[in-house]
Nanobody, 124 residues
Framework: QVQLVESGGGSVQAGGSLRLTCSAS????????LAWFRQGPGKERDCVAA????????YYADSVNSRFTVTRDNAENTVYLQMNSVKPEDTALYYC?????????????????WGRGTQVTGSS
């Protein structure tokens, strides 16, 4: 069993920055793929960024590429999402997710473990 807890959400003006934190417990994240998903009002849950457990491979959605960065600290069992140049359309509930494989990074159905989410609001 893996438990994931997100923190760091809040309101930020357009162009500002936030850093989301996902703290994992139950096992080391060294062999887990970790990802950030988001779900805005009336929208599907989409993958924002992912970090593969093997190597240093990452995935970014086109909508956030060059603005958001996913990093991990395996020693602290923590993964981060650095959000720069936040836009109003980034407003969503952001979820941390984890799985044991490193394929299909953007597919929410492939992730077995989920946090409860943290709200991010980009204001104009």
């Amino acid at each position: 069993q893996v438990q994931l807890v997100e923190s760091g959400g809040g309101s930020v003006q357009a162009g500002g920055s936030l850093r989301l934190t996902c703290s994992a417990s139950g096992r080391t994240i060294s062999t887990l793929t970790l990802a950030w998903f988001r779900q805005g009002p009336g929208k599907e849950r989409d993958c924002v960024a992912a970090s593969m457990w093997s190597g240093s491979g990452t995935y970014y959605a086109d909508s956030v590429n060059s603005r958001f960065t996913v990093t991990r600290d395996n020693a602290e069992n923590t993964v981060y999402l650095q959000m720069n140049s936040v836009k109003p359309e980034d407003t969503a509930l952001y979820y941390c997710a984890a799985k044991r494989t490193s394929n299909d990074l953007h597919m929410s159905g492939s992730y077995a473990y989920w946090g409860r989410g943290t709200q991010v609001t980009g204001s104009s």
